[in-house]
């Protein structure tokens, strides 16, 4: 947040103003503030009914904010109509013209832009070559695969050279293994054209591997607004930190001891930096561990630090291993172990001590 | 197979027969006495002959009739397409005060009887001073089929994914370019529909067209009526088997060039 603040004003391409839109009685985005800089993809992510498809059509015109301003490139727009901005969409059912073949549908927002008959049929075949389907002009939309309806949809968004672009759940309609391949190739042409890009997804993983920076939404309201990496390993709340891939939670009693915030974990002192467990947390708080911050190690090893336990179970992933102990004080722990030598080394039932990277912990 | 399965399929048999049956032996029967030859209606008839058809095709009310019917039919047809299709978009799309009230105000003639509407109708014209012409028997028409239209449209229209107007605003489409753009083509073989089938509607009614119309604007079924109180003979069951023709290749070319099949079933695109 500190970066973008610091950044010029006239880098910032979206500037959302503590909007606020109900319905009925619920805050479905409520007093949201965010600053998207060129170029940049950020994504909105959240559990369904979070708030951020409302947040998209607020931004798409679809919707009128309460109260608030939202800005792009600097200009309030909430007095212009959908079709006033110059804002480009994908949606999740692609919405392709269906009396319409595809170079049709790429021309659309062209001719409606009074663009001049060669220049929409150079533009078309120029968009149509971007998302790999040139040849694909002729067609009707129900012709196609999803995945090339998807990259249809995508070209006809882009082809009209849009300020931004807002993408809602696009692949979530995609099977998996061309879902992956299809977040490669978007990544791809959003940084060829370096367009400014609001993705908006509820897949975690998603959006942890295309974003520059990720919105978490709950509850109408933006959680924390980071890069993948800090939303990762510096969850700003506890909502947050259990949302984002797998977590230990444990409870525990917090008292600070100089720079060093001491927390009693049933019979376990762990000391963290004040900065990793914030001064407003209750004196009751979580500690938050996740699994690739913990490591099994010999009982009575030197680099113990969170107890002993047991292996419960193994669950083999491929490229790593977890490790389910019960802890002798009534934890249940997932540890993480990369490659596979782990399963040998710790069948289920095996004794073992917890090695926990304190750098790593969150407590809230 | 169940035993009640092993009931239950051919009760079902048995009933789609006898269905088929009232519905179409009636025509049937009709088609037939067309045939006959004596100058009285005669079921099963005793001897054959084609010279009914021949007096139903020269006979100058029914030549008259049907220039009639095929006039009011293709005024009536025509304003409703355009007026079911208006209001059924402006139901579907827009709120605004009095949208209740105009869905139940264009779905009335429905309910009300046709005997009503024509007696009404009447009365208005002879209040007003309209002459009994062709303006007031397209309109008694027009009232009759425009529900008819209007949910065809309706229906269309419900089947329209909504995401394609949001898909066009982003574009840069106002309002009107997308009704004209995405919308109506869209809706087009429901517009088709509500058409053809207000066409047919129009043409074969008969009880509100009794009231409105005068010897000189009879459609063909009042020219039929005022004929069957002077004559028995098989003329009116030629003429019938004619129209039932007809309609059915009327219907036939209708299929070829605009899909029934699409006008009648739902597409989901949700």
């Known amino acids: 947040m500190s970066e973008s603040a610091a950044a010029p004003v006239n880098d910032i391409a979206l500037s959302i103003e503590k909007v606020v839109r109900t319905f009925g009685t619920a805050r479905a985005v409520d007093n949201v503030s965010l600053e998207v800089r060129r170029g940049e993809f950020v994504t909105l992510l959240g559990p369904s009914g979070c708030g951020k498809t409302t ?310 | 197979m169940t035993m009640a399965d092993r009931i239950a399929k051919p009760a079902f048999i048995a009933l789609v027969a006898v269905a088929l049956a009232f519905v179409t032996l009636p025509s049937v029967v009709v088609v037939i006495v067309a045939f006959g030859e004596k100058s009285i209606m005669m079921f099963p008839p005793d001897a054959w002959s084609l010279r009914w058809f021949e007096r139903a095709l020269t006979y100058p009310d029914f030549r008259k009739g049907m220039v009639n019917g095929l006039y009011v039919s293709a005024w009536a047809s025509l304003l409703s397409v355009a007026v079911g299709t208006l209001a059924a978009y402006a139901i579907d799309r827009f709120a605004f005060k009095g949208r209740a009230l105009l869905e139940a105000i264009l779905l009335s003639p429905l309910v009300i009887p046709h005997f009503t509407l024509g007696v009404g109708l009447l009365l208005l014209a002879s209040t007003f001073g309209l002459a009994r012409g062709y303006s007031v028997v397209v309109l008694c028409h027009l009232i009759l089929v425009v529900p008819f239209v209007m949910r065809s449209v309706y229906v269309s229209l419900k089947n329209i994914d909504p995401m394609l107007e949001r898909a066009a605003a982003s574009l840069g489409a106002p309002p009107l370019t997308v009704f004209l753009r995405i919308h109506l083509p869209l809706l087009a073989p429901g517009l088709a529909g509500g058409w053809l089938f207000a066409f047919i509607l129009s043409f074969n009614e008969f009880t509100a067209t009794l009231f409105v119309t005068n010897n000189t604007t009879q459609t063909l079924p009042v020219a039929m009526y005022n004929y069957v109180r002077e004559y028995a003979d098989p003329t009116m069951a030629a003429l019938s088997a004619l129209l039932i023709l007809a309609t059915a290749l009327f219907l036939i070319i209708a299929n070829r060039f605009l899909g029934l099949d699409r006008i009648l079933s739902i597409e989901s695109h949700r």
């Open chain 1, 55 to 364: 947040l998209l059509n607020l931004i798409a015109g679809f919707l009128t904010p309460e109260s608030g301003e939202i800005f792009v490139d600097g200009a309030p727009i909430s007095g212009l109509s959908a079709f006033e901005r110059n804002i480009g969409v994908v949606f999740q059912n692609y919405a392709l013209f269906p009396h319409m073949s595809v170079a049709e549908n790429v021309a659309f927002g062209l001719k409606m832009r009074k663009v001049t008959r060669p220049e929409i049929a150079r533009r078309v075949q120029e968009a149509l070559e971007m998302v790999r389907l040139p040849q694909m002009g002729e067609r009707r939309p129900r012709q196609l695969s999803g995945g090339q309806q998807q990259r249809i949809a995508l070209a006809r968004a882009l082809v009209i050279r849009p300020q931004l672009i807002l993408l809602d759940e696009p692949f979530s309609a995609i099977d998996k293994n061309l879902r992956a391949e299809m977040q490669v190739e978007l990544k791809t042409i959003q940084r060829q054209v370096g367009i400014t890009t609001i993705f908006i997804t509820h897949d975690q993983s998603e959006a942890l591997s295309m974003s520059d920076r990720i919105a978490v939404m709950a509850q109408g309201q933006v959680q924390q607004f980071s890069e993948p990496i800090d939303l990762y390993r510096r969850p700003a709340n506890s909502f947050v930190a259990s949302f984002i891939g797998e977590i230990n939670r444990l409870a525990c009693t917090r008292r600070i001891e100089g720079d060093r915030a001491v927390l009693e974990c049933g019979p376990v002192q762990v000391r963290v930096p004040t900065a990793q467990a914030p001064a407003g947390a209750a004196t009751e708080s979580m500690l938050y561990l996740r699994p690739e911050a913990l490591r099994a190690v010999p009982a009575g090893s030197a680099e113990a630090n969170l107890g002993t336990g047991q292996v419960q179970a193994q669950v083999y992933q491929g490229t790593h291993v977890d490790l389910i102990v019960q802890a002798d004080n009534g934890w249940l722990l997932r540890l993480r172990e990369p490659g596979f030598a782990a399963l040998d080394r710790w069948p289920v039932g095996a004794r073992l001590a917890i090695h926990a990277d304190l750098a790593e912990a969150c407590v809230y």
